[in-house]
């Protein structure tokens, strides 16, 4: 069974940065075609894809969002951690990680399944 | 970037009812296209993978189909359970949500 969970503060200040760790079981990230993604809904609003990073080291970030963000693995430790630099109020949200299935390896077909529960921050002075 | 346009944003539908989401991507995806089922509080749940194949565990009364740029949620009997927000996305260009349809009660 895939498990992952989010964690990290409810509350940051304007102008710091954010760092989440999602913390998972059930599976490898030294396994061919895995990965992690991160995903955030803001209050109100549709989910947003915001970074992935697979089990080869390939990373790719939202474009709108790609200078502030980085995402890295500790395959050790079973915990992909994501940082957001720079936040705004704006970027308060649900931020929730999930596990990338690929169709097969190589097919350029992907999916997330299964996700965690989410963990909300809030940007605020 | 590839965008999603999900319509209707909103429906109002009673248990029963046969309905139907549409998700359009602003260039070519194949068949790079998932569902997802959002309830408040809860994680999304994967519905539907590769525009038509169903998730194990998720009831038949959801179906996919579509290619290329038009894609469509169906959920042939509406059950209370089923009241929820629903999002395509695509995988064929890293990764793009749409806008989300919120089934509601009627």
């Not at chain 1, 693995?73 to 915990?79: C, G, H």
């Not at chain 2, 009997?77 to 806008?99: K, N, P, V």
Request: hydrophobic letters at 35%.
């Amino acid at each position: 069974q895939i498990t992952l969970r989010e964690s990290g503060p409810t509350v940051v200040k304007p102008t710091q940065t954010l760092t989440l760790t999602c913390t998972f079981s059930g599976f490898s990230l030294s396994t061919s075609g895995v990965g992690v993604a991160w995903i955030r809904q803001p209050p109100g609003k549709a989910l947003e894809w915001l970074a992935f990073i697979q089990w080869d080291d390939d990373k790719a970030y939202r474009p709108s969002l790609k200078s502030r963000l980085t995402i890295t693995k500790d395959t050790a430790k079973n915990q992909v951690v994501l940082t957001m630099s720079n936040m705004d109020p704006v970027d308060t949200a649900t931020y929730y990680c999930a596990h990338i299935v690929p169709l097969r390896v190589g097919s350029g077909s992907f999916w997330f399944d299964p996700w965690g529960e989410g963990t909300l921050v809030t940007v605020s002075s | 970037d590839i965008q999603m346009t999900q319509s209707p944003s909103s429906l109002s539908a009673s248990v029963g009812d046969r309905v139907t989401i549409t998700c359009r991507a602003s260039q070519t995806i194949n068949t790079f296209l998932n569902w997802y089922q959002h309830q408040p509080g809860k994680a999304p749940k994967l519905l539907i993978y590769a525009a038509y194949s169903l998730q194990s565990g998720v009831p038949s009364r959801f179906s996919g189909s579509g290619s290329g740029t038009d894609f469509t949620l169906t959920i042939s009997s509406l059950q209370a359970e089923d009241f929820a927000t629903y999002y395509c996305q695509q995988s064929y260009s890293s990764f793009t949500f749409g806008g989300g349809t919120k089934v509601e009660i009627k």
